[in-house]
């Protein structure tokens, strides 16, 4: 209404003041709206059948979720023994769990004490050899070379190989989780859990 | 009521003639419902001696190629049905695109492809541990090693270290049923790919074809 101002000067009619716009409450329109009451009844009971499908819907859905998750996995146990800390002597890396379990189990002091060295190449996955004449892994299907500490040093492995987390069980054996990793990349080499000192 | 009915107006009434000539649709939306249903039935065929366990499901597919007769070829055509399927879609896909059919009014139609060629990806994904040799069990290894990185929902994603969580409970571990790819996977790939994914991909079929008549027919030259 921008004429406004001019027609009631040339034009004295007296006019109904402009009818409030109600506003919108909750995205009902205003002719739903009464004056006294926010909604209506229907309103209310509508908004209650939504929030109540919507509401069990999405109980169902969080608990069909958790369903999914089984408590119980019929898998191999990740965690394993491998025997006493005197049986790895400091500068060795022992190949006695490559079969079973695709660990080397290294006794490096300058990395403080025993780690649980992966033995998947972080190419493409192959099972790397310990070579120990030239003191390092080498991965026999691209060529992939790693110090004794893990640490790709040629072929096109990206990542320092990956270690498990090494602990003592109560036995007093050396307890691996290979739920556990640790990465070099990441800054968590030396980190409690990644080594077992001795 | 038959009116309303979605089967019955699934087509549109008149068709344009430019619309039904090869060289512009190249018939590729057409090919790839009818591989799809292709898959359907001999997937259902596959079901009658297919057992998705650990102990069965290799043999009976050893059992399908050796012993059952006409198995081979079922199976087959349910493997190259599927192959062929992936590629249509994508040349469909394609025609789409270079024809400007994605265009208004036809862009919720372009969103529902999207979800479909999600879906066939996904049927492909599944189907493919079903065979459970080690072909099987190792792509679904590296292919599901990806969601790992998921962000929020994968165990070695970003904010995973953050939100505390494990490789028990992530994206990868609700897929593999477990840490690993295990019988549990198998049974679970199997009910996706045997139910939910089909029924999914058939629902937004019938969305699609149907809004196609909404829409106004197959596009126009440009």
Same mark, same amino acid.
């Given at each position: ?20 716009? &109600? ?20 309103? !209310? !009971? ?33 965690? !394993? ?83 498990? &987390? ?15 990793? #640790? ?11 990644? #080594?077992?000192?001795? | ?26 018939? %590729? ?145 609700? %897929? ?47």
């Amino acid at each position: 209404m921008a004429s406004e101002a001019a027609t009631a000067q040339s034009n004295p009619v007296k006019r109904p003041p402009p009818k409030k716009k &109600k506003e919108r409450i909750l995205g009902l329109p205003p002719d739903r709206l009464s004056d006294d009451h926010i909604w209506t009844r229907r309103d !209310f !009971f509508s908004l209650t059948g939504w929030a109540m499908f919507l509401g069990s819907l999405s109980v169902g859905g969080i608990g069909f979720l958790r369903f999914m998750f089984p408590r119980v996995l019929f898998e191999p146990d990740p965690t !394993f023994k491998a025997g006493f800390p005197n049986e790895y002597p400091p500068g060795t890396v022992s190949e006695k769990y490559i079969p079973s379990q695709r660990v080397w189990i290294a006794n490096l002091p300058e990395e403080g004490g025993l780690v649980a060295i992966s033995a998947i190449c972080t190419h493409l996955g192959c099972t790397p050899r310990w070579l120990a004449s030239e003191e390092k892994y080498k991965c026999p299907c691209h060529g992939s070379g790693f110090t004794k500490e893990g640490i790709n040093f040629e072929g096109p492995a990206p990542r320092p190989l990956e270690r498990w &987390k090494i602990g003592l069980a109560e036995d007093g054996q050396i307890l691996i989780d290979k739920s556990k990793k #640790y990465l070099s990349e990441k800054g968590e080499w030396g980190k409690p859990g990644s #080594y077992l000192p001795v | 009521m038959i009116l309303g009915n979605v089967w019955l107006h699934l087509h549109p009434p008149k068709m344009r003639r430019h619309a039904v000539r090869i060289k512009f649709t190249w018939c %590729m939306g057409g090919i790839t419902f009818l591989l799809f249903l292709v898959t359907l039935v001999t997937g259902v065929v596959l079901m009658f001696y297919y057992r998705p366990t650990g102990e069965y499901a290799y043999y009976d597919l050893k059992y399908l190629m050796h012993d059952v007769p006409f198995g081979a070829v079922v199976r087959n055509m349910h493997r190259w049905a599927a192959h062929s399927m992936v590629i249509t879609v994508m040349l469909h896909m394609f025609r789409v695109f270079m024809t400007g059919s994605y265009k208004p009014p036809r862009e919720f139609n372009w969103v529902v492809g999207i979800l479909l060629i999600t879906f066939t990806l996904l049927l492909s994904f599944t189907g493919y541990l079903l065979p459970w040799d080690q072909l099987a069990i190792w792509a679904i290894t590296v292919a599901s090693n990806m969601a790992r990185a998921t962000p929020l929902l994968g165990h070695e994603g970003p904010f995973a270290a953050q939100l505390g969580i494990g490789s028990r409970y992530d994206a990868r571990s609700i %897929m593999l049923a477990g840490t690993i790819v295990a019988p549990a996977t198998l049974l679970r790939f199997y009910v996706l790919h045997c139910i939910v994914i089909p029924i999914a991909a058939a629902m937004l079929m019938i969305l699609h074809f149907w809004r196609i008549r909404k829409d106004g027919g197959i596009s126009g030259p440009l």
